[in-house]
């Protein structure tokens, strides 16, 4: 297993609650939880992630692990918003168990900055996102749609949700594409990544244990299509992740 301390999608659970109950004018929560993922590259340990994280929103401004942002729109049906969002995806080949696994080169993580967008309605809620990649790693833009139909029962708020994840070919080959020098030199095919979209499944769970205290959960499923899913450094269609985590709201 490869074990790292960061601050990670335990957050995103945190943010997208915020989006669906609302959040008041001004919040501060802080909290601590650990997430499990599989890796979609072949041969590659899985990740356990523990990540400490504070969320703060002050008006139209909200700050979290992960993202920070301004609300242009912000009311009880629309919400728009102007963020920089941090990217984890990365390719370590030091965590690889194939030997030409490991001659291919690291993709990093990046920074993203783009617009959120998400409508709410007696029907539900549909999100849209859109960013691009600001440091430069694969110069590629990302775009998410989804759809998700909040729950309550009792103290308990759940979130199915189900959506598709598009990756411009620049962002598509920078993480799957190998290079012919890296091809020469680890013995893997060579292969060039085209645009790509990736469906997926999601629950989202957070459980009011009192006025201050609560416990947030999610669960994801994903799939791989297209050049990404023929890529040789894949070793799966599919990767699944969830998360557990602890939320004190002041």
């Known amino acids: ?65 992960a993202a920070v942002g301004v609300h242009l729109v912000n009311n009880d ?45 007696a029907w539900g809620m549909a999100k849209v996102r859109l960013s691009h990649d600001i440091l430069g790693r694969s110069n590629g833009a990302v775009g998410e749609a989804s759809y998700h139909v909040p729950v309550r029962v009792g103290r308990l708020d759940l979130v199915p949700g189900a959506g598709v994840t598009w990756s411009s070919e620049k962002q598509a080959d920078y993480y799957f594409g190998v290079t012919r020098a890296e091809s020469v030199r680890s013995g893997v095919q060579s292969h060039e990544a085209g645009s790509s979209l990736s469906p997926f499944v999601r629950l989202e769970a957070k459980y009011t244990l009192g006025q201050r205290w609560s416990v947030v959960a999610s669960a994801e499923a994903r799939l791989l299509t297209g050049s990404v899913k023929n890529s040789p450094m894949v070793g799966r269609s599919a990767t699944v992740s969830g998360a557990l985590g602890v939320l004190f709201t002041f």
């Open 77 to 121: 049906t629309h919400t728009l918003g102007a963020e920089m969002t941090y990217s984890w995806f990365e390719f370590d080949p030091d965590d690889c168990d194939d030997g030409g696994m490991r001659r291919l080169d690291k993709r990093r993580s990046t920074l993203m900055a783009g617009l959120a967008y998400s409508v709410r309605g």
């Open 1 to 65: 297993m490869n074990y790292r301390f960061t601050i990670v999608f335990v957050c995103a659970c945190v943010s997208f609650f915020s989006t669906v109950v609302g959040a008041r004018a001004a919040e501060f929560s802080l909290g601590g939880g650990v997430a499990a993922a599989t890796s979609p590259y072949k041969s590659h340990d899985a990740n356990i992630l523990v990540s400490p994280f504070a969320s703060v929103a002050m008006g139209r401004v909200y700050l979290e692990p």
